[in-house]
């Protein structure tokens, strides 16, 4: 018994390292794409992004989510396409809309990282910070909420050209993402539209690691309760890896 008592100490006490350590070693990152205009999707018969902030609510609540479930030690990182969100914000809200972006931030104690090009979101992906480098620190979760097709994210889609994007990755560029970046088993999801149709079954391809993603649609209208996360558009839909 009196070995026992000490044991338990010790134990006790490397609890926390052990916690510490692992959360040091993984990141869980979200990303959310830019929204529509409505210059571009008023004569459409089905507009998209009626609400600026429909990427932002679904990755508000999933990075609540993740804080809660690994901890306020935990590396949740949330990474945005900022352009869109300033342009969205000065041509259609007359606000700031970064201004709202950073209450997330720091209501969840995310690190929220900025991204304008593809270059920007890959070299934080492959590379991670002097801090937190990628060779030492993987990626546990990954997650995608913006407009996309069934081969590519579309992170500025209708936001400065018609129905087009300037800024995406496509699922010919997958392998521009290092295999050696995410830790075995990691989640990854695509909450866009179409994934599941083609870019999921090449991401696995390029990666190793399977991709969830939608075929067909997916719709962000609807409950901002704990817990809610975007479904599938209609009936018909599903989801796959």
Request: with cysteine; hydrophobic share 35%.
């Amino acid at each position: 018994m009196k070995r026992l008592i000490p044991l338990l100490i010790l134990a006790a006490l490397a609890t926390p390292l052990l916690k510490a350590q692992e959360s040091a070693s993984r990141e869980y990152i979200v990303i959310s794409g830019g929204p529509s205009l409505i210059e571009w999707e008023r004569f459409k018969k089905v507009p998209h992004d009626h609400w600026w902030a429909n990427f932002v609510r679904a990755a508000r609540i999933r990075l609540g989510e993740l804080r809660e479930r690994h901890g306020d030690d935990a590396l949740v990182t949330w990474m945005v396409y900022k352009p869109g969100y300033v342009r969205r914000g000065a041509r259609q809200e007359k606000q700031d809309l970064i201004t709202n972006i950073r209450s997330v931030q720091e209501k969840y104690k995310v690190n929220l990282v900025y991204f304008s090009t593809q270059k920007q979101l890959l070299d934080y992906l492959n590379g991670g910070t002097s801090q937190h480098p990628r060779a030492t620190c993987k990626i546990a979760n990954l997650e995608y909420y913006g407009h996309s097709n069934r081969a590519c994210f579309m992170f500025d889609y209708s936001n400065e050209v018609d129905s087009g994007s300037k800024v995406w990755l496509h699922e010919k560029e997958i392998g521009l993402i290092n295999r050696g970046i995410f830790t075995p088993r990691a989640f990854i999801k695509s909450w866009g539209c179409h994934t599941g149709e083609s870019m999921s079954a090449l991401w696995k391809r390029a990666i190793g690691q399977p991709m969830i993603g939608a075929v067909g649609t997916t719709d962000y209208s609807g409950s901002d309760e704990p817990g809610w996360h975007p479904k599938l558009g209609n009936s018909n839909g599903r989801w796959t890896r």
